[in-house]
């Protein structure tokens, strides 16, 4: 792990992807507390996040994908619930059935044998058209994040001007709450 | 019960409700309706400290003789920022507290006010929890759930950031209700099947140790009463780390005494080559574990602690058990006296005659001399003196801080205050003064080293408005002694400002202060002055001049295992033994 100078035995153990749903109190500052955890202790995030989910009960969710060696996994784990505001930390990961998906806002400008191109790409990849001009596009695409990585890497050339992407919102498959 | 009242008030009455005798604190503008109401009353005593970092190590020393919560309160910008080291040590040392801290009305927040700063911003990684209480309505739930979360599972310190406004404002009090915390359920009982798991694993183990911490001492004398019947059933050796000290007789036979980077050669031995290793209540940091690579390679390891976070997280283990050290041993007792496992009696013994040739090189061992006074010595003497005596020890950090946990022995918890984790100079002697606070009666002797001293000096004017008749015992060699030590055996002897310079006069500054000053650098004269130390009922200065060149050992210099020790008589080619890798640590 890296909080310590010393080399470690475990240091060789390969890194895994994890997402992790976080059962948090809606309350100011409990973002800050997961992602002070994460920058203090040297851990890694990938795509982090956060929004309400039931507004009685004041709880909010937050998806974090995170990579690390199965120590630091665990150790992640086990930080966040001792963090007094979390309810529970569930690793998608490892209960195997994880559904994640990710949305994206993407900005392409073009005319011609491009612009069509791209919205030829962008029906099969089903993506929306939600904007567009004479020369432009803007399309909304869900999906996994790699989907949305290969959309993305094909309008590059197409006449990709920005993107603006959610982060992963994740939850387990079947009918039990995670 | 619920009444009306202003959130000052709350405060106050919820510091009572919760048993808080002693508050550590200092005023200022944020907290001065808090401090009107302290006015008020009599039940809770004020210390006026001299600068906040000595309130939260005040407070530190108070709660860790006791066991009690230590209460800090003080005001926003200055005194929260100044606050900070001292809750950093408490979080590191799993030390319960609950600091109050004044905040500008929630109006001018973000503002920029006069000290004004992002208190809970600010001391979110140092705590662990903190509160911004923005209405009066939320304020006797947070003050409650602070101690709750202040000393159950893991203890740790919480701040309360309270507004002025909110403690001018008025609304209902109640007092501490027996509510469960909706997220925060530490757990303490650990679990049946891995204690029983662990019983079995050290009925089979021939060459076995017991590696005990802070964590025992956390747990209550109870756990400590527990520990010994367990170590005394099995009759195996046993090691402590320095937060450890205390829960286990450091004059008892199977007291191999402290592990670690300046631990023994016997108890460094027996963890590298142990079979099995039971961990209660310590946390394998780097003091410990030396290279990691290397560390107990042979051994099964049972890690005993109340924090999940703690397991694996640098040593894997074999058997953990999550709970509250007092609890796990009770059942691990119980476990043992139903199944009454068979110890290889033959094995043991081996294991022990091991120990002895290890024992035999008697690693603590120094030159003595006539001229100067060697600070082994030093704490020698004093430990002889104070034989008998109701006594506390605290400690400043460094050489001395060292020396101390390696020849004072201890036959009780609670009786050592020391800054481990964090190895905050400046901690004795406020530390020293919440002890007092706590026991007026006993003696309170700070170990000191001339530098750490210089930090916190102004707390002795602390211990003289209060009549606490503190003892700071310094061990003077006019070096940062373990700077100093590094810097000889790691970089050639350039002693880069490690030397004290224009260092007070002790004797003439004790006198200035209002307490009594005691010079002694002979060897000779060295008991006498003890002697009129203890007698004095005064805060004392004792200046104890020793020799300036002595280093502490043994040690396992960084980067290398529990069985690459290096000792005093290996001085010479001592900069041979750390390789360049070695030097990049700490």
Known sequence: MNTTHYPSAHIFQSPETHTLSVVVDNEPGVLARVVGLFSGRGYNIESLTVSETEHEKHLSRITIVTT??????????????????????????????????????????????????????????????????????????????????????????????????????????????? | MSRQMTGAEMVIAALQDQGVEVLFGYPGGSVLPIYDEIFKQEKIRHVLVRHEQGAVHAAEGYARSTGKVGAVLVTSGPGATNAVTGLTDALLDSIPLVCITGQVPTHLIGNDAFQECDTVGITRPCTKHNWLVKRIEDLPRILHEAFHVAKSGRPGPVVIDIPKDVQFATGTYHGPKNIQHKTYRPKVKGDMDAIRHAVQMIGKAHRPIFYTGGGVINSGPHASQLLRELVKTTGFPITSTLMGLGAYPGNDEQFLGMLGMHGTLEANMAMHESDLIICVGARFDDRITGRLDAFAPHAKKIHIDIDPSSINKIIKVDVPIVGDVGHVLEDMIRVWKQTQPTIDKAALQKWWDKIAVWRGRKCLAYRASDEIIKPQYAIQRLQEAVKGKDVYFTTEVGQHQMWAAQFLKFDEPNRWMTSGGLGTMGYGIPAAVGVQMAHPGSLVIDIAGEASVMMTMQEISTAVQYRLPIKIFILNNHYMGMVRQWQELLHGGRYSESYSEALPDFVKLADAMGGVGIRCEKPSELDAAIAEMIAVKKPVIFDCVVDPAENCFPMIPSGKAHNEMLFGEAVENIGDVIDEKGKMLV
Request: no cysteine; charged share 30%.
């Open chain 1, 68 to 178: 690390g060696t199965p120590m630091v996994i665990e150790q992640i784990k086990n930080q966040l619930d001792r963090l007094v505001p979390v309810h529970r930390v569930v690793d998608l990961t490892v209960s195997g059935k994880v559904l994640a998906r990710e949305l994206a806002l993407i900005k392409v400008k073009g005319k011609g044998e491009a612009r069509v191109e791209a919205l030829r790409l962008g029906d099969a990849f089903r993506a929306r058209v939600v904007d567009a001009t004479t020369e432009s596009f803007v399309f909304e695409i869900t999906g996994k994040s790699d989907k949305i990585d290969e959309f993305v890497g094909l309008m590059g050339p197409l006449g990709l001007v920005e993107y603006s992407r959610t982060g992963v919102a994740a939850i387990s498959r079947g009918p039990e709450a995670s």
